[in-house]
């Protein structure tokens, strides 16, 4: 039906034609998709935009953060691509964060948003990047968001090129000093973190949005609660499937399953399912999503439903695989770059063929006390066992084998994104898949330092 959209048929998801598409990031299997964008979608992110700010002034008590300008900076430009249609009727593609950008209200454009158009519409990111240090080193910055890669690296670059008498600054507070909020995504800040918050400079606040190519679904509201809002008012209708009824192949049998908000409970692994403004009915998003409380509605992202693993029955989530490897990490100052995990079958020499999970881990060049392999399987198991039952019981019963860890060279992930973009535009590498194919690509890249 989208396709028929595309080709400028009205009527199908929603009245009148549409003429905007945002490509998904495809990160779950490398094969994005176009949905629609409609001018009611766009009052949802308005709306949703404007309730996430307003929690964060609640969550600090105060307004500061209206006094300055707000600095957004993503992995692509804002510039929209036409797509190609048999017909007449121009369509055009960007990515949700590009599409809100264009779509700002004047007053906003005017006084708060950064960079220009100009500047965030340049597609080569590195030319972006130093055209948006050139604009802003000077400018009154209360806020940033966006990638919080892509912040990480402006943040270096800022810093580097930036000089206050004679010192270059320790961090973005040397160069902004009323920089009080830095906006990041849903997705665990993972190495990144740390970085990210020494250099935007103590006392800056991390205000935590849970969006994706559907819509913005989630805000933090709370330092101390675990869980993000749910934009409950802002104009999607939400759903949810419990993961355990989730058969990708068997949807139609799955929606027997499916319950509205007023029925979740706590602790309980949910599919997400969004009937949104842009004509969405029912859509299985392939989010995972727990409530940490039903009084208020606060959520966790787990994951992805296709970015778990459960070759050997474990079902684990890609975020306890990501909470396990900071955990252990964190312990021992370790710090990880980025990391990916697949099943892997090995045949022994008794001729058994024996399975476990295969992690690939870069660390941070110059890390203290380098861990070896083993070292890091056992804790990585130690901690999985804690953060998943179902995995402990199949490790118990010795129906899969301790993970197997290689670590690499600085810069493999980074050599595989390279040539690899199909799978996520936003510059993320998977942190697991059952399919063995990143793991098979990491493979002829790496030449390891130290594993099993």
């Not at 400028?8 to 034609?17: I, K, N």
């Not at 419990?242 to 007023?262: G, M, N, T, W």
Request: one cysteine or more.
């Amino acid at each position: 039906m989208i396709e028929r959209m595309q080709q400028g048929e009205a009527d199908v998801l929603w009245p009148g034609q549409c003429p905007l598409y945002v490509r998904t990031s495809g990160v779950t299997d490398g094969k994005p998709k176009l949905l629609p964008i409609n001018d009611e979608m766009l009052q949802h992110l308005s709306q949703a935009i404007k309730t996430a700010t307003l929690l964060y002034t609640a969550r600090v008590g105060h307004a500061g953060v209206f006094r300055g300008r707000h600095l957004f900076h993503n992995h692509s430009s804002t510039a929209l691509k036409p797509l190609t249609t048999s017909g007449k009727f121009r369509t055009y593609e960007g990515t949700l964060a590009g599409i809100t950008a264009i779509n700002l209200p004047a007053w906003v454009e005017k006084y708060y948003y950064e960079p220009w158009s100009t500047i965030a519409k340049i597609e080569d990111r590195r030319e972006r990047r130093h055209a948006i240090v050139k604009r802003t080193h000077q400018l009154d910055i209360t806020a940033l968001g966006g990638n919080h890669h892509q912040l990480l690296k402006l943040s270096l670059t800022m810093c580097r090129a930036t000089t206050r008498g004679k010192a270059r600054p320790l961090n973005l507070l040397g160069i902004w000093p009323n920089l009080e909020c830095v906006v990041h995504g849903s997705e665990a800040l993972g190495a990144a973190g740390p970085k990210l918050r020494h250099i935007c400079g103590p006392g800056t606040h991390f205000h935590e949005i849970y969006s994706a190519d559907e819509g913005l679904i989630a805000a933090q509201d709370s330092d101390t609660i675990q869980g993000l809002r749910l934009l409950e008012g802002a104009g999607i209708f939400y759903e949810f499937l419990p993961l355990s009824h989730y058969h990708e192949d068997r949807l139609a049998q799955s929606s027997a399953h499916v319950i509205p908000l007023s029925q979740v409970k706590a602790g309980v692994n949910y599919v997400l399912i969004m009937s949104t403004p842009a004509g969405l009915c029912r859509y299985v998003s392939g989010d995972i999503v727990q409530f940490s409380s039903t009084t208020h509605h606060r959520l966790m992202p787990m994951g992805r439903t296709q970015l778990r693993l459960n070759t050997f029955g474990e079902n684990v989530l890609e975020k306890q695989i990501t909470d396990s490897l900071l955990k252990v990490c964190a312990d021992r100052s370790w710090v990880s770059i980025n990391f990916h995990v697949a099943p892997l079958f090995e045949k022994k020499l008794t001729g058994k063929t024996v399975g476990r999970h295969e992690w690939w881990i870069e660390l941070e060049p110059g890390t203290v006390d380098t861990p070896t392999g083993p070292i890091l399987s056992a804790a990585l198991d130690k901690e999985l066992c804690r953060h998943n039952s179902t995995y402990a019981a199949q490790r118990k019963e010795g129906v899969f084998d301790v993970p197997f860890v290689r670590l690499v060279i600085p810069g493999v992930f980074a050599h595989w994104l390279k040539h690899n973009e199909t799978w996520d535009p936003q510059g993320q590498i998977p942190h697991c898949h059952e399919q063995r194919d990143i793991a098979d690509g990491l493979a002829q890249l790496a030449r390891f330092t130290k594993d099993e």
